[in-house]
């Protein structure tokens, strides 16, 4: 398989991935007291439709974020991780790569305004799927409607 075969761009494989998935660690994720920022808000709509959300917030953010316990690092979070998605500026992921290798989750999904072309690179190399410059709650919502279905909720 070439690498370039793990960044997905296209809908059908985005929406494969979004529906074989479950649990979702949240890198950057933005405390119960931030819940306007997309970093909270996506999480918690995700969660609210089946998702396991996991906390892995990059600042102190208390002892839970939307009733789960935080971790400092995406490798600490224990068991298999379908998604890490990433809310982090483009330059500031490099110092997460080594990281996201240790874990290797299926899958590392850039929200929207989010692309970092070597950091993707690294990671789709190392056999994990890469979305980026994507809202993973705009295309849960876009590709679930187009395929008439109603998601499942929690």
Sequence with gaps: MNWKDNLLT???RIHALLESSR???VLGIKSDAEDKKPAHA???YLQKHGYDIIPVPVKDVGP???GQKPYHSVAEVPGPI???EVFRKPEDIGPHVDDLLAKKPRAVWFQLGIRNDAAAEQLARAGIQVVQDRC???ELSRLT???GQHWPSA
């Design 10 to 12: 296209d809908d059908a």
């Design 23 to 25: 649990r979702i660690a």
């Design 145 to 147: 409607e187009q395929q």
């Design 42 to 44: 996506v999480p918690r």
């Design 82 to 84: 379908d998604i890490v």
């Design 136 to 138: 993973m709650k705009l």
């Design 64 to 66: 839970t974020v939307l």
